[in-house]
């Protein structure tokens, strides 16, 4: 591959790359935080169910 033929690496993902940082205005902001509170909760609602079931 000679040196002045582009192979495609960063150049090709440097658009992807802005895409998904740029901040959109209607996007739905949500805290990390709250997240893993709701995975947290989620998961033991869960457990609870499964030793209520049985």
Same mark, same amino acid.
């Given at each position: 591959?000679?040196?002045?033929? =582009?192979?495609? $690496?960063?150049?090709?993902? !440097?658009?992807?790359?802005?895409?998904? +940082? #740029?901040? +959109?205005? =209607? !996007?739905?902001?949500? +805290?990390?935080?709250?997240? &893993? #509170?709701? $995975?947290? @909760?989620?998961? &033991? $609602?869960?457990? &609870? @169910?499964?030793? &209520? !079931?049985?």
């Amino acid at each position: 591959m000679s040196s002045g033929q =582009n192979s495609g $690496g960063l150049m090709s993902s !440097a658009g992807l790359v802005r895409y998904f +940082d #740029a901040e +959109d205005r =209607n !996007a739905i902001r949500l +805290d990390p935080k709250s997240i &893993v #509170a709701f $995975g947290l @909760l989620f998961g &033991v $609602g869960i457990l &609870v @169910l499964n030793s &209520v !079931a049985f």
